[in-house]
């Protein structure tokens, strides 16, 4: 089921409306769909493209949803273990300025975001149903695995709105 409203800080509640499903393994199925379609719709040669000054890349938005599954889903894995201790937060500002997108393939960025799908998708098939309704601390409140799981998806979504919308 989709998580419900009090089971989530409030900043990640646009993400879980944009994670489409019933449920997260639909939401799981959907936004994985929607993001390899997305993956053949970028150029060879747009990888660097950024659609206005001080804006992302391509290469840095697909690297930024990858850092951010890995750290979402590391979240996701602590929650369904019961591990109550709160995981820092992180600046995605820092992380794209860092993460050396200009000295990578566009081909080897899709490659890692797409090993990082399946790794998320395998973790997340691997939970038992009782696993989604474990709670966590955030900096921002508690949250369960469920909305953890559901704003993967929406985040990812977003972005590949964004690079829909904006790049390609």
């Known amino acids: 089921m989709r ?11 646009s993400y879980i409306a944009k994670a489409k499903g019933k449920n997260l393994h ?3 199925i959907h936004s994985t769909e929607e993001l390899m379609q997305t993956l053949t719709m970028i ?17 840095q938005v697909l690297i930024h949803i990858s850092d951010a599954e890995r750290i979402f889903a590391y979240r996701l894995l602590r929650f369904a273990r019961n591990d109550q201790q709160q995981p820092l937060p992180f600046e ?15 081909s080897s960025v899709i490659e890692e975001l797409i090993a ?12 038992q149903p009782e696993d989604f309704n474990k ?22 979504n977003h972005h590949i709105s964004v690079l829909r919308e904006r790049y390609l």
């Open 26 to 28: 639909e939401a799981l």
């Open 92 to 106: 995605e500002d820092d992380y794209a300025e860092t993460c050396n997108a200009d000295k990578r393939s566009l």
């Open 3 to 13: 998580p419900a409203k009090g089971t989530y800080p409030s900043f990640v509640e």
């Open 43 to 59: 150029p060879d040669d747009k990888g660097d493209y950024a659609y206005a000054e001080g804006k992302w890349t391509i290469k």
């Open 135 to 156: 709670q966590g601390n955030t900096a921002a409140g508690k949250t369960t695995v469920n909305a953890v799981g559901f704003s993967i998806c929406g985040h990812c």
């Open 116 to 127: 990082v799908r399946n790794a998320t998708a395998s973790l997340i098939e691997s939970l």
